[in-house]
Each structure stands twice: as structure tokens, then as C-alpha cells.
């Protein structure tokens, strides 16, 4: 059973950055793709950012382009989103969610696993 578990949220100023790690398990092949999404208090959530192990393609959002980057440990498979520039509005709870086939990744798709969650909020 793939499990996803989020660490390193927190509270931060608006320009300040974050790490955000997503520690993945259980994966039965190589091939997988992982996503961040986020939820702002009363909005749907949002894709942000996705990479595939297929050819460790990566995407991100047009809003977050420049400012955050994900990337994906090699030995041990722990995918992070490094946030730089934070700004109020990248406020919400961020979610770590994966899908294990050979693909590139997109944000407009349903995912089978997610992880519980870690909640970044940006004020000063």
C-alpha cells in the first residue's frame, strides 16, 4: 500500500520560504508520479506542482513558476517542494498525492493516494 506522509509546514512571512517534504512508500514499481495540491479555507483545491519518475519531468503553475520548485530525492524517493518568495495568498493546507503508472504528470487528473496534509500559513 502506497503511503504518503507531509512534513515541514508552518507559519512564515510574506517573501520567506518553505520546505516541504512528502515521504513516500509502498510503491511495487518504478514508475509512479507525485503532485502537490493545496486548499485555501473556502476554496477548492488546487494542483501546484507534479513530477514523474518517467524522465523526472516536472511541472508547476503558472502563479508558482519562478517562486517554487519540486524535486525528488533519488536514494529514498522523498519528493520535495522547495517555496521561495511566499505570499499570503499561497496559504492553505498542502497535500502530497501520487500515481503509480508510467506517465507524465499532470495536475488535472484524479490521483489514487494522498497523504493527511501539512498546513502553511504566510503572515506577518
Known amino acids: 500500500q502506497v503511503q504518503l506522509v507531509e512534513s515541514g509546514g508552518g507559519l512564515v512571512q510574506p517573501g520567506g520560504s518553505l520546505r516541504l517534504s512528502c515521504a513516500a512508500s509502498?510503491?511495487?514499481?518504478?514508475?509512479?508520479?507525485i503532485a502537490w495540491f493545496r486548499q485555501a479555507p473556502g476554496k477548492e483545491r488546487e494542483g501546484v506542482a507534479c513530477?514523474?519518475?518517467?524522465?523526472?519531468?516536472?511541472y508547476v503553475i503558472d502563479s508558482a513558476k519562478g517562486r517554487f520548485t519540486i524535486s525528488r530525492h533519488n536514494a529514498n524517493g522523498t519528493v520535495f517542494l522547495q517555496m521561495d518568495s511566499l505570499k499570503p495568498e499561497d496559504t492553505g493546507v498542502y497535500y502530497c498525492?501520487?500515481?503509480?503508472?508510467?506517465?507524465?504528470?499532470?495536475?488535472?487528473?484524479?490521483?489514487?493516494?494522498w497523504g493527511k496534509g501539512t498546513q502553511v500559513t504566510v503572515s506577518s
Open positions: 498525492a501520487a500515481n503509480q503508472f508510467y506517465a507524465p504528470c499532470y495536475l488535472d487528473v484524479s490521483y489514487q493516494y
Open positions: 509502498g510503491f511495487t514499481s518504478d514508475y509512479y508520479t
Open positions: 513530477l514523474t519518475t518517467m524522465d523526472e519531468g516536472t
